[in-house]
């Protein structure tokens, strides 16, 4: 899989990419892997759970691009990579990124998210100490940092720190460190915080991929609580593009939040998604909807996430390019020409974690 054979003559940059072989990751090695033959990318993944190269198929012998399984959590590893590859710039995406999971085992958090992203900051300080001049660390961050919205409001980049999941909780000590290295050590970083993502390679633990999959199965489609959660959803392959302008036009120290312009109480997403899949299935209207199951709640459940990403836009020019519908439509079409993808990754594991976190499954 590993392909070294990149001629570093012809390599005006190289980026290192962390965490290029899960969702998000995957579609942001693509974009820079075609858009920009010129540079060397990296992908540094560990493989968990969450990473499949499966994702990368159509990107692993082009000539620009490098696979290394490495851990962030191990410093000698991370250091040795720094020093092998001497990055000109960073996207650090590597992240457990799953709420229920981060209920279920916080300290997986803590050291990935935390620890991880802190033997990154030392790996890059040590190799850009003499010079930062041109070089920049990019920090992929979540909108659940800022915590939750009542029925109205924004988050901006103004909004108060508030993380009230393991997992949010993770990631915003992880944009501290980033920050304070930018202050203390003039490191020069940016940030971004992005609401909730949703397309192809999507791992099913996540709402959207799951209930895709479940409607597939015929089996329950499991809702959390009263159903009015809200989110607002994003194409990821308008993350990966909104990433690609950050890290090239952003400025250094700054943060910008990332938002679909798009909410969607769950269960009025579900109920769409099992309308669309009806459709594309040739199912009789409204088949799907009969497999909506209220379940136990999450504990600790943020209400709603909505973003304001009126910075990116007014001073970057980014904004989401794909409608609700479109996107949802495409997403769900995927699963179904990708059934092989799907299968690989609901294998035991995954069977074992789905068991045990809808253990409580039951109509209302
Ligand atoms: P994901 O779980 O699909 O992928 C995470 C990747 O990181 C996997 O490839 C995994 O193998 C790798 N990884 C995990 N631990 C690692 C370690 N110790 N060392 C090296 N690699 C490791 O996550 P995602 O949904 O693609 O999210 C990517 C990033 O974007 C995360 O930082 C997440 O917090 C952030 N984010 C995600 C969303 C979303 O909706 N998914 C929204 C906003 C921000
Ligand atoms: P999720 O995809 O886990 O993303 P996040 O928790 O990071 O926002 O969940 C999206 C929303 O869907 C969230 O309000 C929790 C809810 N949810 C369900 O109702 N049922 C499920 O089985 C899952 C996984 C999530």
């Given at each position: 899989m590993t392909n070294n054979d990149t001629n570093d003559a012809m390599t005006k940059q190289t980026l290192l990419i962390t965490g290029g072989a899960g969702f998000i990751g995957s579609h942001v090695v693509r974009l820079l892997v075609y858009k920009y033959p010129d540079y060397r990318i990296v992908n540094l993944d560990a493989?968990?759970?969450?990473?499949?190269l499966e994702n990368l198929r159509d990107v692993?012998?082009?000539?620009?691009y490098v696979f290394e399984r490495a851990d962030i959590t191990s410093p000698d590893e991370i250091k040795a990579l720094f020093e092998k590859?001497?990055?000109?710039?960073v996207i650090h995406l590597a992240a457990e990124s799953h709420v229920d999971r981060s209920i279920a085992n916080p300290l997986a958090f803590v050291e990935t998210n935390v620890m991880g992203t802190v033997n990154l900051l030392n790996a890059a300080r040590n190799i850009w100490k003499d010079d930062a001049g041109g070089k920049r660390f990019y920090h992929v961050s979540t909108d659940e940092v800022y915590g939750s919205l009542g029925e109205e409001g924004l988050f901006t980049e103004e909004t108060r720190y508030d993380p009230r999941s393991p997992y949010s909780a993770s990631k915003a000590a992880s944009d501290h460190f980033v920050r304070a290295y930018f202050h203390t050590?003039?490191?020069?970083v940016v940030l971004s915080n992005c609401s909730n993502n949703y397309g192809p390679?999507?791992?099913?633990?996540?709402?959207i991929p799951l209930i895709i999959n479940n409607i597939k199965q015929d089996k329950p489609l499991p809702v959390y609580g009263d159903g009015k959660y809200t989110r607002d959803w994003l194409w990821v392959k308008d993350h990966a593009s909104a990433i690609d302008t950050i890290f090239h036009k952003g400025r250094t120290g700054e943060t910008y939040n990332i938002g679909g312009n798009n909410e969607w109480k769950n269960i009025d997403l579900v109920e769409k998604l099992c309308d669309i899949m009806d459709e594309l299935l040739g199912k009789p209207a409204g088949a799907s909807r009969r497999l909506i199951t209220f379940v136990k709640d999450r504990p600790g459940h943020d209400r709603r996430y909505a973003i304001d990403a009126s910075k990116l836009k007014t001073e970057l020019g980014w904004e989401p390019s794909i409608k609700a519908e479109a996107g949802f439509r495409e997403t769900a079409q995927w699963y179904l020409d990708n059934d092989a993808w799907l299968q690989h990754v609901v294998s035991g594991a995954y069977q074992q974690y789905y068991n045990q976190q809808y253990q409580t499954t039951g109509n209302k």
């Amino acid at each position: 899989m590993t392909n070294n054979d990149t001629n570093d003559a012809m390599t005006k940059q190289t980026l290192l990419i962390t965490g290029g072989a899960g969702f998000i990751g995957s579609h942001v090695v693509r974009l820079l892997v075609y858009k920009y033959p010129d540079y060397r990318i990296v992908n540094l993944d560990a493989l968990t759970y969450a990473g499949n190269l499966e994702n990368l198929r159509d990107v692993e012998h082009a000539p620009n691009y490098v696979f290394e399984r490495a851990d962030i959590t191990s410093p000698d590893e991370i250091k040795a990579l720094f020093e092998k590859y001497r990055p000109d710039g960073v996207i650090h995406l590597a992240a457990e990124s799953h709420v229920d999971r981060s209920i279920a085992n916080p300290l997986a958090f803590v050291e990935t998210n935390v620890m991880g992203t802190v033997n990154l900051l030392n790996a890059a300080r040590n190799i850009w100490k003499d010079d930062a001049g041109g070089k920049r660390f990019y920090h992929v961050s979540t909108d659940e940092v800022y915590g939750s919205l009542g029925e109205e409001g924004l988050f901006t980049e103004e909004t108060r720190y508030d993380p009230r999941s393991p997992y949010s909780a993770s990631k915003a000590a992880s944009d501290h460190f980033v920050r304070a290295y930018f202050h203390t050590y003039d490191l020069p970083v940016v940030l971004s915080n992005c609401s909730n993502n949703y397309g192809p390679n999507h791992f099913p633990e996540k709402l959207i991929p799951l209930i895709i999959n479940n409607i597939k199965q015929d089996k329950p489609l499991p809702v959390y609580g009263d159903g009015k959660y809200t989110r607002d959803w994003l194409w990821v392959k308008d993350h990966a593009s909104a990433i690609d302008t950050i890290f090239h036009k952003g400025r250094t120290g700054e943060t910008y939040n990332i938002g679909g312009n798009n909410e969607w109480k769950n269960i009025d997403l579900v109920e769409k998604l099992c309308d669309i899949m009806d459709e594309l299935l040739g199912k009789p209207a409204g088949a799907s909807r009969r497999l909506i199951t209220f379940v136990k709640d999450r504990p600790g459940h943020d209400r709603r996430y909505a973003i304001d990403a009126s910075k990116l836009k007014t001073e970057l020019g980014w904004e989401p390019s794909i409608k609700a519908e479109a996107g949802f439509r495409e997403t769900a079409q995927w699963y179904l020409d990708n059934d092989a993808w799907l299968q690989h990754v609901v294998s035991g594991a995954y069977q074992q974690y789905y068991n045990q976190q809808y253990q409580t499954t039951g109509n209302k």
